[in-house]
């Protein structure tokens, strides 16, 4: 048992022997076992999501497990329960794995240190999203082999994005280069000490990336004055069609999900020939049951 | 009691005196009575064996929360004072946002006489600026002063409103009161959890900029040069800051400064893994504002080492780290912190304890901080070799919110005295009969 609270901490060596776990359980892969099989893993979801829960459930599943849905919509955190009494109660009842996503950052490193069954990371606050790191780089090895001297560049709202540390830590843990654009209003201080290159010309940038991770946009940002609005954002930031084409001609477009088509990505660069977008989405489920069946 | 107590042989160390060697020191009727370079022979006297130790004057903080009354859970006035003199301080000044807000006399009154019974330390009461701290109105501040209040302030909050801080400084020099404040300006700080810096971006957590604690010091520098007041800076935390400060003391503007030693002893990277132990507000700075406050401390830019002891409910900060409460506790701790600093060469000996003592006294206009005959008998003893490691479960406080839980430190008080009376021995508080 181990737990999964982000890539920090994790060395190059664990995230490739998971990446190759990974490629045996896609679909036709060699490891059909149902390792879970009578277990339960719990998914506890402080924080509305669609791909990161029905990817884990899935995972779950099809490794035999049994999965126990929890959301805080309808629960007793309404009534005040505090994060810690509401996890060891869905811990009493016997999962082998807590998988957590929440609004704060650092909540499963919390929860973490009070139960003895593995958390896993599904996202938290502005902090990481683990899992997204793993099977993005999952994909990107799957059409690049090794990801040695690849640059990826990641765009957006950096400050507010568990992504994209997430990603920071892994894609550099790979030995890929890792260049972040946003405006300067969204990008945190200490990001070189993350890994990352920074920049804020985007138009200067794109020729040279392998990869290009468009970030979703928090709409809510603008009423926080971190920009002046979404038609400005998608003027200056948006990977528009016009943009695409200063795109190596095989570089390849991502997007965590989910996206604001016409505000960071354009809508036929995100159903267009580079995009990987739904391979992402595709790999998220391998890549989970690799993680489950490491944590669990 | 005959009234005559004589410390034999100890290291006296008197900043404002100038006085660094072996003295003896005969307190009678709760006074100083003499102190002598020659061995003294007094018959009748209480004899305190303090050869290998330091005789000082009583340590005087600042800035304390007793959180009495309205949150005894956390700490009562008797428990807060317990603690004091278990860290060597024979005074405080109790900050008014307790959950009645001391902005009236009937707060400050219940304040000193709950001190009173608990008959171990000074509580000096601090009044607010504002009424219910709200920062809308002045508290009647001549009301608070004849009641005993020492200063006023808004701790926990800035005064946001300019114009009312500018006249609370004018009003305030009626009375001749310190205006101490918590600079913080609050559209900066916003939602932030912990300062800006790698640590932050690497946790995800919401940056507050320097700027939200200079800012509001240069805005009060400028009106406190033109309303004449008196300005006190709590818990200074950045490099920004103390250049400011150290310009306008150079300028000879009447501001003083406190600096906390949990700020002049961690950075930022002591939040680990989201350690809510290390939350407070101004947050953990960066490496080189620690060694800002450092060099301040050293250099009498910064006045006082105050410990804003800030006891809180262990439910307070089991919880996710954006919701941690803000505050640690600081009066058991802020001795073998502050001579970290003698140890690490920063500070002298003389320097550290002047910090703790004259200092503060200085500042606030307080009586003691010094061992000058006549001066109140309020003396510590340190033995400055004994090593030991924290222990939050075997403090007095009723609270163990603490960054420093298991650290070893090197010095401790070994006795507090207070008007002649001894109110802490050997790990003992001496509970009046």
């Known amino acids: ?296 | 009691m005959s009234g005559l107590v004589l410390f034999r042989r100890g290291r006296v160390i008197d900043p404002r005196h100038g006085i660094d060697g072996v003295r003896d020191v005969l307190v009678r009727d709760g006074k100083v009575a003499e102190v002598s370079e020659a061995p003294l022979q007094v018959s009748g006297a209480e004899v305190v064996d303090a050869q290998g130790r330091w005789v000082l004057p009583g340590f005087i903080d600042l800035h304390v929360h007793l959180r009495e009354p309205g949150e005894e859970g956390k700490e009562t006035i008797l428990t807060g004072c317990r603690a004091a003199v278990a860290g060597g301080f024979t005074a405080v000044v109790a900050m008014p946002n307790t959950k009645l807000v001391n902005d009236s006399a009937l707060v400050t009154e219940l304040v000193l006489s709950r001190a009173r019974a608990a008959r171990l330390c000074h509580v000096y009461p601090a009044g607010a600026i504002t009424k219910g701290l709200k920062g809308e109105e002045l508290a009647e501040m001549g009301e608070l002063v004849s009641a005993g209040c020492v200063c006023i302030t808004d701790d926990g909050r800035p005064v946001m409103n300019a114009s009312l801080m500018r006249r609370s400084l004018q009003y305030a020099t009626l009375f001749d009161i310190p205006v101490m404040v918590h600079e913080e300006d609050l559209t900066l700080s916003g939602k932030g959890a912990m300062t800006e810096g790698p640590t932050a971006t690497r946790l995800g957590l919401l940056p507050i900029p320097p700027s939200a604690e200079v800012a509001m010091v240069a805005r009060d520098l400028v009106l406190l040069e033109e309303t004449g007041g008196r300005l006190h800076i709590a818990h200074i935390s950045c490099e920004g800051s103390v250049r400011m400060v150290r310009e306008a003391k150079r300028r000879g503007l009447n501001v003083t400064a406190e600096a906390t030693p949990h700020h002049f002893t961690l950075d930022d990277t002591a939040v680990g893994q989201y350690d809510t132990h290390a939350k407070m507000n101004p947050p953990l700075r960066l490496r080189r504002d620690v060694e800002a406050l450092r060099e301040a401390l050293a250099d009498g830019t910064i006045d006082a080492i105050a410990t804003d002891h800030a006891p809180h409910g262990v439910l307070d900060k089991q919880v996710e780290f954006e919701k941690g409460i803000n505050g640690v506790v600081g009066l058991e701790t802020a001795l073998g912190l502050t001579l970290a600093l003698v140890h690490d060469g920063v500070l002298s000996p003389s320097k550290a304890v002047e910090l703790l003592t004259h200092g503060p006294a200085r500042a606030f206009g307080l009586p003691g901080g010094h061992l000058a005959v006549g001066a109140p008998a309020d003396v510590t003893l340190v033995d400055p070799a004994a090593e030991w490691a924290v222990d939050a479960e075997r403090f007095f406080s009723k609270s163990r919110n603490t960054p420093f839980n298991g650290r070893l430190l090197k010095g401790c008080v070994t006795q507090t005295w207070v008007g002649g009376r001894l109110v802490f021995s050997n790990g003992q508080i001496q509970e009046a009969r």
């Open chain 1, 1 to 296: 048992m181990r737990h999964l609270l982000g890539i920090d901490g994790w060395r190059r060596e664990e995230i490739e022997t998971l990446l190759d776990r990974a490629e045996a359980h896609l679909p036709g892969g060699s490891a059909s076992t149902p390792v879970l099989q009578g277990k339960v893993v719990a998914n506890l979801f402080f924080e509305d999501s669609t791909r990161t829960r029905t990817s884990f459930e899935m995972a779950a599943k099809t490794l035999g497990a049994q999965v126990l849905n929890w959301t805080a919509q309808g629960s007793s955190v309404s009534k005040g329960e505090t994060l810690l009494d509401t996890v060891r109660n869905i811990e009493a009842t016997g999962p082998v794995a807590l998988v957590i996503r929440h609004r704060s950052s650092g909540a499963p490193h919390l929860v973490a240190r009070h139960v003895r069954c593995a958390v896993i990371n599904a996202g938290d606050g502005t902090h990481e999203h683990p899992s997204q790191a793993l099977l993005d780089a999952f994909t990107l090895r799957r059409h690049w082999g090794p990801l040695d001297g690849r640059t990826v560049l990641i765009v957006g709202d950096i400050l507010h994005s568990r992504v994209a540390r997430s990603n920071i830590l892994c894609l550099r843990a790979l030995g890929a280069r890792v260049v972040v654009c946003g405006p300067p209003t969204l990008l945190p201080v200490g990001l070189k000490e993350l890994g990352a290159e920074v920049t804020t010309k985007l138009d200067a940038a794109l020729p040279h990336a392998d990869a290009v991770m468009c970030l979703r946009l928090q709409l809510e940002r603008q009423t926080e004055s971190f920009f002046p609005s979404t038609r400005e954002f998608a003027r200056l930031f948006g990977l528009t069609a016009a943009r695409a084409e200063k795109m190596k001609p095989d570089a390849l477009v991502m997007h965590p999900g989910p996206i604001n088509r016409g505000v960071e990505l354009a809508p036929a660069v995100a159903d267009g020939a580079r995009s990987v977008i739904l391979e992402q989405v595709a790999n998220g489920v391998a890549v989970r049951r690799a993680i489950l069946e490491v944590c669990s």
